[in-house]
């Protein structure tokens, strides 16, 4: 059972999109539609962004969608903002009651 | 309101045992698995395990199996994670957090330190 793949970081300037992929294998995100993406601050607690692939909790602002194609799925962020700098991570199920969180992808707001 | 409260933080020497806990409330708790996630510094999150806490049917990552215990009390909504001999690399922020399809509740993390 091996981490999900993501970039370790990527960077744009406020009011720009970016996409982070979180590619993994048939036995995981290919399999299954349980793709979570989880923000996260320095010192701060990890806080849910994405489930089941595409869903939005509530209070989540609609600049973050998912999707997923194949053994990949994305976390695309619009209109970036300063707050959105933060490290991100992506979490699949694995089945049997497993789940793998993916490397995180340091954001960066230039 | 959904809470998990974790106890609090932990300085221990290597070769003692720990267990930490993670209350929860404002929700029914058998609802839900509790899942353990490890942030080792300046890291990334690590799944640990998870307990179903109905009948405290347990999974853990293959990293972390035979490493720590996790249990839970659902009498008093209540889950663990436990080590019976903590080593320097235990050293990390723990996070307990609820789950179904995804993890929509998390503890406040609890501190373990491990040093001698």
């Known amino acids: 059972q091996s981490a999900l793949t993501q970039p370790a970081s990527v960077s744009a300037s406020p009011g720009q999109s970016i996409t982070i992929s979180c590619t993994g294998t048939?036995?995981?995100?290919?399999?299954?539609?349980?793709v979570s993406w989880y923000q996260q601050h320095p010192g701060k607690v990890p806080n849910l962004m994405i489930y089941?692939?595409?869903k939005r909790p509530s209070g989540i602002s609609n600049r973050f969608s998912g999707s997923k194609s194949g053994n990949t799925a994305s976390l695309t962020i619009s209109g970036l903002q300063a707050e959105d700098e933060a490290d991100y991570y992506c979490c699949s199920y694995a089945g049997s009651s497993t789940w793998v969180f993916g490397g995180g992808t340091k954001l960066t707001v230039l | 309101e959904v809470q998990l409260v974790q106890s609090g933080a932990e300085v221990q020497k290597p070769g003692q045992s720990l267990k930490i806990s993670c209350k929860g409330s404002g929700y029914t708790f058998t609802g839900y698995f509790i899942a353990w996630v490890r942030q080792m510094p300046g890291k990334g999150l690590e799944w640990m395990g998870l307990?179903?806490?109905?009948?405290?049917?347990?999974k853990y990552s293959p990293s972390f199996q035979g490493q720590v215990t996790i249990s839970a009390d659902k009498y008093i909504s209540t889950a663990y994670l436990q080590w019976s001999s903590l080593k320097a690399s235990d050293t990390a922020m723990y996070y307990c957090?609820?789950?179904?399809?995804?993890?929509?509740?998390w503890g406040q993390g609890t501190l373990v330190t491990v040093s001698s």
């Open positions: 307990i179903y806490p109905g009948d405290s049917d347990t």
């Open positions: 957090a609820r789950g179904r399809q995804a993890l929509d509740y």
């Open positions: 089941e692939g595409t």
């Open positions: 048939s036995s995981d995100i290919g399999n299954y539609n349980l």
